[in-house]
Every structure is written in structure tokens, then in C-alpha cells.
């Protein structure tokens, strides 16, 4: 099999290799400190680490206007990029090619195709400029005997949106059949595995599958890769934006569409230590911060096949010392069936586990560096072991390992949380730097660590599967809630005011008043003649590539862009950011509100009846001014809503003819007037009976 590029790493110590992960830099004409503090601090930091490689996953530019509304490539956001990164990797002193700079779907704004004149990409990248012009690409750090991997992806869509509807990575067959190849290149050298890691900018849950439903987890899993390095989501959604993947023997329909907790089901562990015991399926997906606001980096080592990473924030400046403990692990992000299988066959656990081990990187030289565990069985935090810990001197050493002989074997515990490790240095100048405190577990246990609700949101959320079902019964729920009142009309049964008065409950009351909206046949039509347009005909006609031409129109299923196969769409799960939001938060509320105005209309009336025992044509001669619209306090509520509804409607037609150059009468006038114009409509009829 033909290999990558190997790359032959020079200098001690030959145990471990590390790399920085920089990802959404969003340089922007519009904030240029962006790229002010990337030349300053990024620089001078690359210099002090010395990585083996830098990889910049995605989003390298910002591509939008000021008011942030308008999504296209802007050439001098790129021109600054190259001057950057030229002077980054002129201060570093490290050589450009092992740069790898990745397209993330900022970077692919209004793009019609690689190569094109608007592909700012390929002329201005470190990757295009160095005629890496493949979607996978692959480096093989070569350290003795030991094998690193890294597989780059572009998963972009092939033919670049504006936004907002690029927000997704689009995997094809043929790319997944690439990432397979390449990640399968060391397999033909089991007695050496080699450490597989893979990057690019979509975390999965932002990932769409392909036409045949693979996706980029079966091929990660198929090689169990040790982690999924991407970005795109930046620290906003949270700090734990992580996620454990592992094949299990029980798929449930549910695991499809979300997985609640970030290391999801264990199949438990094996102490089957025979050669044909089965291979763990397992991998891990990190989620590295952001440039754009973050100022975050990314520093992955990989200490005799064993991956930690630490994430650093430039917010407050440059550091002067940075440790990345490599061992033990954290046991919070641990490939936990792995490990444990390691520990209990013992394979190579007296090299691995022998030490404490830490990288410290530092402007000044270390005068002293502290390894120290506490025990956590007491609120105190008591310390049970402190170790100085010695520098392992090589010939022509990259960087400084630090490590400090222990007794693992008495820190075994059933507990991932027990025991906790903390180093600490001291510069020549007397300043300390101490790492945070993190549990680890000897013998492979792995502790447990939650998202917040919006970690949740935007990792266990898997958005692409569940496109088409949150629509589907969306639809369905408003053409039901239509159809079925108009069919029970025509019935014996019906229900009325009265009768839901004298038989109280939810059913007979939804009954009632969906019945209600049908006695306002414009209203009911034309609701049900919208719902209809929304599946049969185009939604919009806009501007979709950076260059004004020809126009193309989108429907729920995506954009139907001119030059690709008849009836094919682009954009999809992609459009869902104008589809979801319009069903769930205007469609279906003005609905909700147009069956509350009908049947609050037939409440004021039988209060008027009963009120003035008149008949309804008297009321509407002589009793007119004895109710007020101040005594109809729902309808008020209810005006307020329609208020609500029609503001966020607006909005969204702001957003669209900004961002597509439309005109809302011109091109999208069902979309943009149908709503309010109910709403309006309704209000209108339901002010007297």
C-alpha cells in the first residue's frame, strides 16, 4: 500500500511526540486583532513548544459583513491570513510543511467550486500553496520504531453556499473510501500498531451521512482511532464540548438521533487476553476552542501510545510555562475499554505506568518540577505522594520530559476518582506554574464527566438525522389538527362551547376549538393551502455564491443549484436553519394563536348571550357598546402574541434578504406576507360574531 507523508522525527526523547491544534481563527476585516493577537502570541508560543506538527482545523477566515449578515468570501480576509501565518511560521522557527491548514465552511462561503476564481482557499492556504490539493491527507510521525498517524479531512460541501445555510460537513462514499485507505496504510505491521488520529472541522453531530448512510464514525471506529480532533463549535456552547464513541452490541433506534451522556454505554470490560480476543471499537471526539474569541490552542501528546491534550487560553497574553501532564491519564477522558484491557494483559504496562510524566515548556529555564497526588477519600485533599521529578536528557533533545518513579500499583482503586495528580514547576526566576487537578485511574476506570444542557444541544444531538423527523411531524400535527376537526363536523358528534362546559377536559376542549378556526373557512383554506406550498414549491429565490448571477431557489430539501444532476439538492440537512426555525417558531405559533382568537370569539359571545339575554341579532343592533375591547383581556394576550410572532418573522426575512439579496415581494412573497397576513386576517373576523 502506498503511505503518506512521512515525516522522521529528530531528537529525545523518541517516547513521545506533541502537536498544537489551532482551529476557527475567523480573521476578519472587520477585527483585526483577531489576526494581531494570532501573529503576537501564536508565534513566539510555537517557537517555546516546538510541535512536530501545527494543525489549523477549519474556519480560517470569517467571511461576513459587519452586521454579520451577509456570508461570501472577502479576499482581503485572506490576504491577511497568508501574511500571517507566513510571519507565525517565520517567528516560530519551525518549517512551513508541517503546517496543515484545513477548509472549514466559513472558508467555503458562496464558493461554486474548488479552483474556481472565488476558491481563496486553495491560493492563499498553507495547504494550497504547497499543492495539497487532496480532500484526505495523511502525515506519519516517525519516532524509532513508533508510528503516529494523522488523517486530515475536508468534508465541505462541494459546491459553497452563503450562509446560513453551510453549516454542516457532507461526506461522500468516495471521501469516506479515501479516509478508510488511509487510516488502514500501518495495519499491514500488527506487531508495531501505529497511534491513528484524525482531524478536520465538523464535530459528527454537525456532519451529514452519505448517500449509501455511512458515516464518518463507522470508518473511525472500523480502525479505532485514539481521538477525532475538530472545531466549529467554539467554547460559547461550553468548555466540554467531548464526546466518547463505542460501537455496542445493543443498537437502540434511539442511538440514531442523540446520545445523552458524552461517554455513552460501555459494553463492559474483558480480561480475555488471547490473541483472538475481540478488538475494541472505541474512540474519542475532542472539540478544540476557538481563536475568534476563545484565543484558545491546542497542545496533543502522545506518550507511548497513550493521547492527552491540554487547552490553553491566550485571553489574558502569552505564557511564559506550560505543562501537558502525558501520565497517567486523566480518567475522565480515557479510552476507558482500551486501558483497562492494557492494564489487565499487562501490555507494556512496566515502560507506560513506571512513571509519572510530564512536557514543560518555558521561556526561562525550570530550576524544579513537583509531581504530587492527593487522596480525595477526605474533604481535604490530602496529599499521600510528592516527587520531585528529574529531566530525561537526549541528544539533541525537541523539548523537556519530565518524569518521577512511582509505585502504581498502590494507587490501584475500584474508584476512577480517588486520586488526583497536580505538577508543579518553578522557573529561574522564583515564578511557579502549577496545572489543574485531574483524577486518574491506574487500572483503567473511567470517571464520569456531563455536558450541560447546551453541550448536550450541540454534541449529543446528532441535528442531521433528526432534520426530516422533527419537520415530518411538524407538518403532520398541523394537517391533522386541520383535517380531523373538518371531518367530525360533518358527524353526528360535535363539539361545542357548551358541551365542553358541561364535560370538562383537554380532549373536548382542543376538540372545540380547532373546530372553531373552521368556521372561518378564508383562514382554514388558506392555512392548509401554505402547508401545502411548503412541500410543493420553491420557498425562495436567492443569490447563493459569492458573485452575483443567475439565481437559485430553495426548497425544504436543500437549494436546487444550477450545473448539478436534475433533482438533486444541496444544502440539506443544511437548510434546516431557515425550515426548523420557520415551522417550529412562526408557523406553528400563528396557528396555535388563530384558533386561540376563534374560540376566544365564541366565549365573548355566549358571555354577550348570557350576559344580556339577547339573541345574536339583537347584539348586533342595540348591545354593541356595552362590551368593550377592554373587557376581552385573552384577545389582548392574544394580540400580543401575533405581535411576538410577526417580530420574529420579520427577522428572519431580514436576515434572508440580507444574506441571499432578495427582495421580499419580488422573491419570496408567499414565505414573507402569508403569516402576518393571516394573522391579521383572523384577528380582523374574530372581532365580533
Known sequence: MEKGVILDVKGGPESVIWIVQLSDL???????????????????????????????????????????????????????????????????????????????????????????????????????????????????????????????????????????????????????????????????????????????????????????????????????????????????????????????????????????????????????CSSR?????????????????????????????????????????????????????????????????????????RSSHGTVRALVFSALPIMSVVARVYDSTSENFDIVMEASMVKLTDYGSRGDLYAAPWNYKAFEDPSPERYWLQIESTNAVGRLTTTELRPFSINGRRASLSWTWKEFFVMGIQWAALYYPILWSALSFLLLSLLIPKFTAFSKKQYTYKKFLANKGVV??????????????????????????????????????????????????????????????????????IVLPHVLFVLLPAFMVSVGLAAEREVFKNRVMSTSGKKVDDYRGSAKRQFKFGDRQIRKILLLACFAICWKHFTSCRVLMKAYDMNPVLHFPVYSLTIPLLLAYTFYKTKRF
Open 26 to 272: 475567523h480573521f476578519s476585516v472587520h477585527h483585526p486583532d483577531r489576526a494581531l493577537d494570532f501573529n503576537s502570541i501564536v508565534g513566539p508560543t510555537l517557537s517555546m513548544i516546538n510541535p512536530s506538527l501545527v494543525l489549523i482545523t477549519g474556519d480560517l477566515t470569517d467571511g461576513k459583513s459587519k452586521d454579520l449578515l451577509v456570508m461570501k468570501q472577502n479576499e482581503e480576509e485572506w490576504i491577511e491570513y497568508q501574511n500571517t501565518m507566513e510571519d507565525v511560521v517565520k517567528r516560530s522557527g519551525l518549517d512551513k510543511t508541517i503546517f496543515y491548514d484545513l477548509r472549514g465552511n466559513h472558508d467555503n462561503f458562496g464558493v461554486p467550486s474548488v479552483g474556481g476564481s472565488f476558491d481563496f482557499f486553495s491560493k492563499y492556504s498553507i495547504n494550497g500553496q504547497l499543492g495539497r490539493s487532496r480532500h484526505v491527507n495523511s502525515i506519519t510521525l516517525q519516532t524509532g520504531e513508533q508510528k503516529h498517524l494523522f488523517v486530515g479531512l475536508d468534508s465541505t460541501m462541494h459546491v459553497g453556499l452563503r450562509g446560513p445555510t453551510n453549516l454542516f460537513g457532507h461526506p461522500t462514499d468516495e471521501l469516506l473510501s479515501e479516509i478508510d485507505y488511509e487510516l488502514s496504510q500501518w495495519d499491514d505491521q500488527p506487531t508495531k500498531p501505529a497511534t491513528k488520529i484524525s482531524f478536520g472541522h465538523f464535530p459528527l453531530s454537525f456532519s451529514a451521512s452519505t448517500n449509501s448512510g455511512r458515516t464518518l464514525k463507522d470508518i473511525f471506529l472500523k480502525h479505532s482511532v485514539s481521538a477525532y480532533l475538530c472545531g466549529h463549535l467554539h467554547t460559547r456552547f461550553g468548555k466540554n464540548l467531548k464526546k466518547h464513541h463505542q460501537s455496542t452490541h445493543r443498537v437502540l433506534p434511539s442511538n440514531k438521533f442523540f446520545q445523552l451522556n458524552m461517554h455513552g454505554k460501555l459494553d463492559g470490560t474483558s480480561k480475555n
Open 277 to 349: 480476543a475481540p478488538v475494541f471499537e472505541e474512540f474519542w471526539e475532542w472539540e478544540t476552542g476557538d481563536w475568534r474569541k476563545s484565543r484558545a490552542m491546542r497542545i496533543i501528546a502522545i506518550d507511548r501510545g497513550l493521547v492527552s491534550f491540554l487547552d490553553i487560553d491566550f485571553k489574558s497574553g502569552a505564557k511564559k510555562t506550560i505543562i501537558v501532564p502525558t501520565f497517567p491519564l486523566d480518567s475522565r477522558l480515557m479510552s476507558s475499554s482500551s486501558s483497562n484491557y492494557k492494564y489487565n494483559c499487562e501490555h507494556n504496562i
Open 508 to 577: 373536548n376542549f382542543v376538540a372545540w376549538a380547532l373546530q372553531e378556526l373552521n368556521k372561518i373557512p378564508v383562514v382554514w383554506y388558506s392555512m392548509l393551502g401554505y402547508l401545502f406550498s411548503l412541500v410543493l414549491i420553491p420557498w425562495f429565490v436567492g443569490q447563493v455564491y459569492t458573485e452575483e448571477g443567475e439565481r437559485q431557489y430553495m426548497t425544504y430539501m436543500g437549494w436546487a443549484v444550477k450545473g448539478i444532476k436534475k433533482h438533486e439538492y444541496i444544502g440539506s440537512p443544511d437548510v434546516m436553519v
